[in-house]
């Protein structure tokens, strides 16, 4: 929040301003609401494939042809809709890129949940980036309307795409400038971080489209999954329009073929690749794979795109030396599990069936360490995807050095325990870290969301799900053992707690100063919000190791960061679940606590009002989001104090002196917090 705010320091009870403050135009906050990682061409998105070539192409040119027909074509919002693993986000891939390559394209945004992309506040800002960047004089009128308000990219989303998007193109309409229809690219909108969100983008670009028609040179083009609130809104704000059209994507017999085709040549080009050539087409050697093991490959597939990509990719694995032994051993697999053809199978049931082949190949000793970290990345994401950190700060992605401190490993332990899952993740640098080093710069990338969604539902993955209560108690005892020691820790000089500290954690960078972020980033963002919800988890399987930590935690230390907040019914359920004897439950309760009184939270003044009151406000805020985390109130909070910084910049050593006045010595550790220091 306060990232663009570094130039003072807080000594003892004092603010010092050493330099100047930077304010941000319009224009940086624009950017500072763009998620880069979302566009189609992002480095984050490399390793997505868009179609193989040959298949899909009467999806693809029907798409991207859309926008050199509009002017005979009234229609301005198509949706392509399809089942997980149906291919939707690699035709949308193929399509932006064929749509850009042909200059049509005016912005993509692929919303991605195990990338962190899901916050549907950010989706027209970088919208409007992406089209500032392809259509200049669209460009110099939002830069003019950024400026003279730059809180309209933190607006509301109805708000942002009315003055970011509609009326820029509005006022080049009335000016007589003609632009040429853009199309612009959302994929993967059931991934968006809430259902309502999901609705109201739709209805929204509905609703514009129904307003404006052809006066918006914008063809918008949604695909997602066939979620019922989304096919609500769609028949809501658009049923039986002349401005709509949809593609539904079946597993229909057509996709054998072009199955076929895509095995076919990615498994025999990889193999000429492997060999240099030598068992090659072009030399006439002896196919491999041969056309009847294809044949079956193609019928284990189920028509699902994504199963043929991972049994491709699992068949191919570079670390394995025998691709021939691997595809032997799916088609054995397969023979024993497959459906028979007259049954009506669950069509995830033979991707289900590949999943647990996958993860049958972790040795015994080794899986319950695998499914662990898999668990940790789903909750650490979890918490990236519904929170932010103490005063709005976004988390970043979970990265490694999280995952190995959390389960006790070391970095190598950590990727040699993943080492079978290939096929369906891959360590994936974070390019838009901060980072100096290479401690941070990687996370888990998964090929595709049904992985995850296999591991977390007990009726599909069976033993291999990772939410057994015996992989919480462990975890629940790491996690609690940790906070102990760092509890210990807090009397201890700076260089000798840095020595304990490369003792407790097994995943270290090499500066010291690193050392302690780790342990804040560790504690403040992951253990403090998430500790005892994790421990109660393990429920009656909550092993004595555990209880005997949970019986050493300070929680006086503990409450004294603040308490975690929670629904009085949900935590009467946490406390239910946990099943600790009643003198612990009793102690987690004290660190929890229910929604303050409204009447607590003054709403925050107007940002021309006096700098007593403001600060008297802050000073408030300041307090209660000590004592209470509550996501409402803090984002309201870090929203009101990233606008007062921008309107009233020439003001800030005031604001911070008279804060000062007003606040005592208790309050210096979270205006540390806020300031970074």
């Known amino acids: 929040m306060y990232e663009k705010a570094s130039s003072f320091t807080i000594n003892g009870g004092n603010f010092t301003e050493i330099n100047h403050h930077h304010v941000q135009n319009g224009m940086e ?71 850009d390559g042909n200059g049509v394209l005016g912005a993509s945004f692929f919303f991605w949940r195990d990338n962190g992309v899901v916050d549907p506040t950010c989706l027209f800002p970088t919208i409007a980036v992406q089209l500032s960047r392809r259509i200049r004089p669209y460009r110099v009128i939002l830069e003019r309307q950024v400026n003279d308000d730059p809180s309209l990219p933190m607006a509301r989303m109805d708000t942002q795409l009315r003055e970011l998007i509609l009326k820029p193109f509005l006022e080049l309409e009335r000016d007589g400038v003609r632009i040429q229809p853009r199309i612009v690219f959302i994929d993967g909108l059931d991934e968006a971080a809430t259902k309502d969100a999901q609705s109201k983008i739709v209805e929204l670009i509905a609703g514009s489209i129904k307003a404006h028609d052809a006066r918006i040179p914008l063809l918008w083009s949604i695909f997602c999954r066939p979620e019922s609130h989304i096919i609500h809104a769609f028949s809501d704000h658009v049923s039986s329009s002349p401005f709509y059209w949809e593609i539904t994507l079946h597993a229909s017999e057509e996709l054998d073929d072009e199955i076929e085709l895509y095995l076919r040549g990615f498994l025999r080009g990889r193999m000429a690749c492997r060999t240099g050539g030598f068992f090659g087409p072009s030399v006439g050697a002896v196919q491999w794979p041969s056309d009847k ?110 995952l190995a401190n959390l389960a006790g490993l070391s970095l190598w332990e950590l990727v040699d325990a993943l080492s079978s899952l290939h096929s369906v993740l891959m360590l994936k640098k974070v390019e838009r870290s901060k980072a100096q080093d290479q401690f941070r710069l990687a996370t888990l990338f998964f090929h595709h969301a049904s992985f995850m969604e296999f591991l977390v539902d007990k009726r599909r993955s069976g033993e291999y799900w990772i939410q057994d209560q015996k992989l919480w108690s462990s975890l629940a005892s790491r996690c609690l053992h940790l906070v102990n020691k760092m509890h210990s820790m807090n009397s ?186």
């Not at 284990?300 to 691709?323: E, K, V, W």
């Not at 499914?371 to 979970?398: A, D, V």
């Not at 019914?569 to 660190?591: H, M």
């Open 293 to 402: 093991d294809i044949g079956e490959l193609v019928r284990l597939c189920q028509r699902l795109f994504i199963y043929a990509a991972t049994l491709a990719r699992y068949i191919m694995n570079p670390n394995s030396y025998s691709p021939e032994k691997r595809l032997q051993e799916v088609l054995s697999f397969h023979s024993t599990h497959l459906t028979p053809e007259d049954e009506q199978p669950n069509p995830l049931a033979e991707l289900d069936a590949f999943y647990c082949m996958i993860m049958s190949f972790i040795p015994r000793d080794v899986l319950p360490v695998a499914q662990q970290i898999l668990l940790l990345y789903h909750e650490t994401l979890l918490s990236h995807n519904r929170e932010t950190t103490p005063f709005g700060q976004q988390l970043e992605l979970p990265q490694i050095w999280l």
């Open 29 to 99: 906050v624009l950017l500072s609401r763009c998620l880069t990682d979302a566009a189609y061409n992002s480095a984050a998105r490399e390793q997505k494939a868009n179609c193989y070539p040959g298949t899909r192409t009467q999806h693809i040119n029907d798409i991207t042809g859309w926008a050199t027909v509009s002017g005979q074509n009234p229609r301005r919002l198509f949706s392509m809709r399809g089942a997980a693993g149906t291919g939707k986000t690699s035709i949308a891939q193929s399509c932006a890129e064929q749509a």
């Open 492 to 677: 201890l000089p700076r260089d000798d707690k840095i020595r304990a500290l490369r003792s407790l954690l097994t995943a270290l960078p090499e500066k010291d100063w690193r050392v302690l972020q780790v342990r804040n980033e560790l504690y403040y963002y992951y253990l403090h919000p998430n500790l005892f919800i994790w421990c109660a988890r393990a429920g009656p399987e909550t092993s004595s190791q555990a209880l005997n930590e949970l019986r050493l935690v300070d929680f006086n230390a503990f409450k004294s960061l603040g308490q975690v907040f929670m629904e009085r019914d949900k935590l009467t359920e946490l406390l239910k679940e946990a099943c600790y004897p009643e003198d612990l439950q009793e102690s987690v309760r004290q660190v929890h606590c229910t929604p303050p009184d409204d009447s607590e939270w003054h709403s925050p003044p107007e940002l021309t009002a006096p700098i007593s009151e403001i600060c008297k406000f802050l000073v408030n805020g300041f307090e209660l989001l000590r004592r209470y985390t509550s996501s409402k109130h803090k984002k309201e909070f870090a929203s009101f104090i990233q606008d007062l910084f921008t309107s009233r910049s020439t003001e800030s050593q005031h604001i911070f002196s008279k804060i000062q006045e007003i606040s005592c010595a208790r309050y210096e550790e979270e205006a540390k917090k806020v300031v970074g220091v």
